[in-house]
């Protein structure tokens, strides 16, 4: 059964930081992977999907890369800004159409 | 892109009745729907899968006759909490796939279900 991990569990920083989120997941067999953003009370925000055949994507500041051998994604969040404070959920999907599973998230606060 | 409307965003109701939630798919056919349940601080965890036009597929532990999932259409899902106790205090949120299995999903926007 596949399993996401995301570390750390939360993160505080100074603005105009760069950041390094981490997730792992158990089986490398994965169709891809995806990062989300949610805020409080709120739903989720597509960020980043990378197919299981690349190794990164980016958007803007965000930068996911992709180790699919080893089982590790990476999010890198460039001069970090206070509204960039959220929580990022990674997600995987395994086949198909297969639900996504998803890590508990790092939340991130972003202090001006 | 593919937008996915919950309704309603939040709702407060009592001990023992039941609640309806909607997700609509706008722009594009969803022939799958994932529902997921979100405590606090926790992560989502999926409760069920509902392909249009057959019984949802719901996970271990999750109860079918309490979490009742109507997948008529391709373009609307409901999750129908029936008789609902605080614990079942949460945050729901579906999940459409076109079908295209390449894509990431679209997510609605939650419903926050408060049972008093």
């Known amino acids: 059964k596949q399993e996401v991990t995301q570390i750390p569990a939360a993160l505080s920083v100074p603005e105009g930081e760069n950041l390094v989120l981490n997730c792992s997941f158990t089986?490398?067999?994965?169709?891809?992977l995806q990062w989300f953003r949610q805020d409080p009370g709120k739903g989720l925000t597509s960020l980043l999907l990378i197919q299981s055949s690349q190794r990164e994507q980016t958007s803007g500041r965000l930068n996911a890369s992709l180790d699919k051998s080893s089982g590790r994604s990476t999010l890198y969040i460039a001069a970090s800004q206070p509204g960039d404070s959220a929580t990022y959920l990674c997600?995987?999907?395994?086949?198909?159409?297969?639900?996504?599973?998803f890590g508990k998230g790092t939340r991130l606060s972003v202090i001006a | 892109g593919a937008v996915v409307s919950q309704h309603p965003s939040w709702v407060i109701c009592k001990s023992g009745t039941s609640v309806k939630i909607e997700c609509r798919s706008l722009?594009?056919?969803?022939?799958?729907m994932f529902w997921y349940r979100q405590f606090p601080k926790q992560s989502l965890m999926l409760m069920a899968t509902s392909n249009e036009g057959s019984k949802a597929t719901y996970e271990q532990g999750v109860e079918k006759d309490k979490f009742l999932i109507n997948h008529a259409s391709l373009t609307l899902s409901t999750l129908t909490v029936t008789s609902a106790h605080p614990e079942d205090s949460s945050f729901y949120i579906c999940s459409a796939a076109t079908g295209a299995g390449g894509y990431g999903y679209t997510f609605g926007s939650g419903t926050r279900l408060t049972v008093v």
């Open positions: 089986d490398s067999a994965i169709y891809n």
């Open positions: 722009d594009f056919q969803a022939t799958t």
């Open positions: 997600a995987v999907k395994d086949s198909g159409n297969t639900p996504l599973v």
